[in-house]
Structures are given as structure tokens and as C-alpha cells.
């Protein structure tokens, strides 16, 4: 609940600065870029954030600690408590998905700017994101709501269907439902403590995509196209997480079909300044829509982006939120292609892995992170999208080549990890309480 040094949340403004309270320790990277524009930065964050937030001098001017930085309530009662005081000009936003409508209802408790709370439901809650894509005419798949999964089988439309509850993130409780014994097993996890009320949609085929890119006054002023190299769904009969973009000069037609279906999702949505991370389904008669956020893509795509666009999308998140002209009809764009991609995380205990030297050595890498080292006792690698061992991400000349590259290097890994039987020792980094997990692609 303490404001971090340098200066007290409720010191006055300097002339001219811009007033920014964020939600969520999480993308830094958007903090660092509002301060780089001259802002005063306020982070509100979780206890689980606060020594990090505390110790990264010029993040951000402050730091204030709510029990849940979704809980609109705790973050106003928070900032009270702190005594923190803020013009009626002072924005209220977060780069995180989960506490966009937060940010907003916080806003108008506070007298200041942010999203109306209509637009951050329509980017944050997928069924009323859905009514509101289809009602402009957009393919998008069905969707009801249960408030518990015994009412599976009053659904209006038949399975196969995707179960996924509201506040999820990485798949970890999504399920594909296609049988009366899935529903069966749907309902045992929600015994074991997996609580309602659960989105229900109808099962989407064909190839998925993710579009990134930058909108400023209704009109997208950047647009990248991949492809994941598995379904989303797929992790969990052991698909790769991981994309490469598709050039516009190689792929025109999906290239034109996708900036209109982005253009009118957008619209539809209300979202007319920020960032995007759209996803669709490629099928025979067209593109599907699947959901959209006004946040920055997880996994590598901000890397993936900036290589091959030019383009700093947390920069262009943060422009945004302070009304700083688009710095994207200036940025340079590479000739190669990009992708990334989850080094996938091998159950045990780890004895043996790749240095970041090694796996940097491989054809076309061009970024290595390693999440996990030796000793870490990896679980449940098929109950989360972004369980992992690390991140890479990779050029080519194309995006065949990339994506060959792509699973070249997961196969390799994979083989050059040695794991023994789980034992004590460090367990493999997770959320813990009161931490919001890592944020779905």
C-alpha cells in the first residue's frame, strides 16, 4: 500500500506531464514505455508483484498494492488508503486483459479518463464480444452460458462444443466437448472444484490464425498475419505453441480478407486506439472470427512484430493511452520472415538441458529465454499453453522456412533435455496465490 521512491503518488504534477494509473505489474514494458513518453506512471499491482515493482527504479513514479487489481473495489480502496489524489485528466487503463473492465469502473469512481465500460467488456468478456461480432454480420462461432456444467446438455446448439470459464487464461480449464461422456467428465472437474459460470461455444474447424497490429482513430495502421503451427486446442495432445507470419506479397488474398474481417471486428468492438491481438479460423468459404483483445499478444509475438514491422507494439499501446500520434508509417520493414515459438517444458525432473549458447547456435534463431534450468521438476505440461521451458524466436527466408525451423528446434530440444522421476527440489516457476498466470495468446 506504500508509494515507491522517487516522490509520493500524491505529489503534484509536473507541468505538462500526463498522469497514468495501470493496472497490473504486467507487460512491463508498456510502463517503461509511458515513462519514456514523459508520463507519471502509477502501477497498481498484486502482493505476488510488489518487491519486483518496488525494486525496478524508473518503471514506474509509484506503486500501489491492491489484494486483486481485478476487484474495482480493492483498487479504489487501495488507492484511498495510500492517499493518492488524481486530476480529473489522469488516465486509468491496464495492458493486461483481465483488468480492463476494472480499470474502467475504477475510472469513473475516480472522476478520471479510461475506456467506457462498454468497450472494455466487449474486449474483455468473449460473449458479449460475440453478439457484438455477429450482430455486424461477422462469421463467428455460437455461444451460450451455463452456470454450471450439469446444464451442458440444454445448450442450444449440438457439440462438438468448446467449454472455457470467463475469467481463464492458456487453456488451462478449456475443454473440447464432443461426446456424452466428455460432458460427464466436464462435470467431475467442476466437482473437483473448477466453479461456473462457464462460456460455451461451438467447435470451430479450420487452420487458426493471430493478427496483430496497431488501430488509431478506427483505421488499422498495422496489420500482421500468422499462422500457429498447431491449433491453440492442440497443446494438449502435444501440439507446438508457436506462429510465423505470412507475407503480404505471398499471401494477398488471405492478407485482404483479413484486414476487412479485422477492420469490421474492430468497429463492432468499439475499438477505435490501441493494439490489437485478433484471432480467426481459415476455412474453405472464408475466415471465422474467434476473439479479439486490446492488448498485446503473449508468447513472442511483441519480438516477431518489432523484427520483421519495425513496430514496438507496447510503444504503440502507450501512444495510444497518452494520444501521441502512431510512430508506424515510419518504421522499416525486413525483407525475412519471423516466428516463435514454446520450448517445450519435458515432465520429471530436469538433470540436463541446452544453454542458451546452444540453442541460440541453430539455424535462423535470433532470441532465446529460458524459463526453466536444471533442477526444476516440470508437472501438468498438458493442462497449459504456456507451459514451457523457454522462448525462441526465429527467422527464415519465408514462412515455410520458419516454421520448419521452428520445429526443427523444438525436436531438437526436446531430445537434448534429460529429466529423472520427480523429486524434491525447485519446482517448476508458477502462479502462485494471489498472481494472475501468464496471459493466453
Given amino acids: 500500500m506504500t508509494a515507491t521512491e522517487p516522490g509520493r503518488p500524491d505529489a503534484p504534477d ?25 508520463a507519471r506512471v502509477l502501477c497498481v499491482c498484486e502482493p505476488a508483484d510488489a518487491d519486483a515493482a518496488g525494486a525496478a527504479a524508473g518503471v514506474a513514479e509509484a506503486v500501489v498494492v ?6 474495482a473495489a480493492e483498487v479504489v480502496a487501495a488507492l484511498a488508503r495510500a492517499e493518492v489524489r488524481l486530476p480529473a485528466d489522469a488516465v486509468v487503463c491496464s495492458a493486461d486483459e483481465f483488468p480492463l473492465v476494472t480499470a474502467s469502473v475504477a475510472a469513473e469512481a475516480l472522476g478520471c479518463r479510461s475506456w467506457p465500460v462498454s468497450r472494455a467488456l466487449a474486449l474483455r468478456d468473449k460473449y458479449v464480444q460475440k453478439q457484438l461480432v ?15 456444467l450439469d446444464e451442458l446438455a440444454r445448450v442450444p446448439f449440438g457439440p462438438p462444443y468448446v467449454v472455457k ?14 461426446t456424452d461422456a466428455d460432458i460427464a467428465a466436464a462435470s467431475l472437474r467442476e466437482d473437483a472444484g473448477s466453479r461456473g459460470p462457464w462460456l460455451v461455444e461451438s467447435f470451430v474447424e479450420g487452420a487458426e490464425l493471430h493478427l496483430d497490429g496497431v488501430v488509431r482513430d478506427g483505421i488499422v ?18 501440439g507446438l505453441v508457436g506462429s510465423a507470419v505470412l507475407d503480404a506479397a505471398a499471401h494477398p488474398q488471405l492478407h485482404a480478407a483479413a484486414a476487412d474481417i479485422t477492420t ?3 468497429h463492432a468492438l468499439g475499438h477505435r486506439d490501441g493494439v490489437f491481438h485478433l484471432e480467426l479460423f481459415e476455412q474453405a468459404g472464408g475466415l471465422v472470427f474467434g476473439e479479439c483483445a486490446g492488448r498485446v499478444g503473449g508468447g513472442r509475438v511483441d519480438t516477431v512484430v518489432r523484427l520483421k514491422f519495425g513496430v514496438d507494439l507496447h510503444d504503440e499501446w502507450a501512444r495510444a493511452v497518452l494520444g501521441t500520434p502512431s510512430a508506424v508509417a515510419s518504421a522499416e520493414q525486413d525483407e ?97 496465490p494471489g498472481r494472475r498466470p501468464d496471459r493466453a495468446l
Fill in 264 to 266: 469490421r471486428s474492430l
Fill in 66 to 71: 491492491a489484494g486483486s487489481v481485478t476487484d
Fill in 221 to 238: 495502421q498495422l496489420l500482421s498475419v500468422s499462422r500457429y503451427l498447431n491449433n491453440i486446442m492442440d497443446f494438449r495432445t502435444g
Fill in 14 to 38: 509536473a507541468p505538462g506531464a500526463d498522469r497514468v494509473v495501470v493496472l497490473g505489474w504486467k507487460p512491463t514494458e508498456v510502463l517503461t514505455a509511458l515513462t519514456a513518453h514523459g
Fill in 336 to 432: 525475412r520472415s519471423f516466428g516463435w515459438v514454446h520450448l517445450p517444458a519435458v515432465p520429471g525432473r530436469i538433470t540436463a538441458m541446452p544453454t542458451a549458447d546452444e540453442i541460440r547456435s541453430r539455424p535462423g534463431v535470433e532470441l532465446v529465454e529460458l524459463k526453466l534450468a536444471v533442477g526444476d521438476t516440470v508437472t501438468d505440461v498438458l493442462k497449459d499453453s504456456n507451459a514451457r521451458s523457454g522462448r525462441a524466436v526465429v527467422s527464415g527466408r519465408d514462412a515455410a522456412e520458419v516454421a520448419e525451423r521452428l520445429v526443427d528446434l523444438t525436436q531438437w530440444f526436446r531430445g537434448r533435455v534429460v529429466t529423472g522421476p520427480a523429486a524434491a527440489g525447485r519446482p517448476e516457476p508458477a502462479a502462485g
Fill in 134 to 148: 455477429r450482430a455486424a454480420g461477422i462469421p463467428v462461432a455460437e455461444a451460450a452460458t451455463v452456470d454450471g
Fill in 165 to 178: 470459464p470467463f475469467d481463464g487464461a492458456g487453456a488451462r480449464q478449456t475443454a473440447v466437448v464432443r
